[in-house]
Every structure is written in C-alpha cells, then in structure tokens.
C-alpha cells in the first residue's frame, strides 16, 4: 500500500501524473518556440512534473536506483526554473535559465519514458533487454539530439522580453 491505495494504483496514478506532465510540457516548449508564456500550461507543467519527480521517492525501495537519481536532478532542475519564472519574472538572464531548465526538466521526463517504454513494451523490451544495445542507445540519443535542438531553438525565439517581442513585430 502506497497513500492508501495498492502498488498497482499507485503506479497508474504516477504514469498518470507523469504523462501529463510529459503532455503539458509539449505544450509549454511549443509556447517558448512561439513566443507565447502559456501561463496555465506551465504551472501545469511544473507541477505534475514536480509530483512525477516526488511521487517516484514514495515507491518502495532497497537501495538507491537511477531513477531516483534522476527525480533528484528533476527536482533541482525544477526549483531553478520555478524561481526563474516566478520570483525572478524571466528578467534578463533569468529568461534564458528558464526556457533552460524548462526544457532539461521535459527532457528528463521524456528521458524517464523511454527508459519504462524499453522495460515494459514488449516488442521494445525484445530489442534491447538490458537497455545495453544499440536500439535503446539510438532512441535516447535521438531524444537528447532533439530536446538539444528544440532548446537551442527556444532559447533564441524566447530569449528577447515580451515588449520587446510586440515592438520588434509592429516595425
């Protein structure tokens, strides 16, 4: 029992949790490739992502697993980009280091589901079962190859301050 509720539930609950947070930061890094904050969906996205990361601490455990390690470095992440965002209001270098840690935290998350996809999907579990063989590294190095590209991107379309975006397309 985890919360009150089976392993089996607890771990819906949790891919739940994590898809969503997967989901909504699709739509948050299509926001910083647009120019558009998407208020709503980031909260969102920092939050289920935050509870992926914590929920996964509370699975039982004999000693410690990358994906903990993983969650830890999720969780940092997360922290720099909520003060970026918040505290911070994107000024100055603070919109650069969010778009950043934005995007690392997505990634992590994608990261974290190509890992489960090679554990428990069948056919791909066939072609790499230890997460050793070329299919699993090609598939985490095309990720990182496009979350790399994707925050390059963002970083630029992002980087400038809103006011500056809306004076820049009115001349």
Do not use: C
């Not at 607890?10 to 299509?30: D, E, K, R, W």
């Not at 980031?42 to 990358?66: D, E, N, R």
């Not at 209001?89 to 935290?105: C, E, H, K, N």
């Amino acid at each position: 029992m985890i919360l009150g509720m089976s392993t089996a539930a607890f771990t819906l609950l949790h891919v739940l949790i994590s898809l969503a947070g997967i989901a909504s930061g699709l739509i948050v890094m299509y926001g910083l490739l647009t120019r558009n904050p998407l208020d709503r969906w980031t909260a969102f996205f920092l939050a289920t992502t935050a509870l992926t990361s914590l929920s996964g601490y509370l699975f039982p455990f004999t000693h410690l697993l990358p994906s903990q390690i993983v969650g830890a470095i999720s969780l940092v992440v997360l922290a720099i980009a909520v003060i970026a965002r918040y505290p911070k209001a994107m000024v100055g270098a603070w919109r650069r280091t969010y778009v950043i840690t934005a995007s690392i935290a997505l990634y992590l998350n994608v990261f974290v589901l190509v890992v489960q996809s090679f554990e428990k999907v069948p056919a791909l579990k066939a072609l790499a079962p230890t997460q050793k063989e070329p299919p699993f590294l090609v598939a985490q190095l095309l990720v990182m190859a496009i979350f790399i590209a994707l925050t390059i991107l963002a970083t630029r379309r992002f980087h400038a301050e809103p006011a500056l975006v809306k004076f820049a397309r009115a001349a």
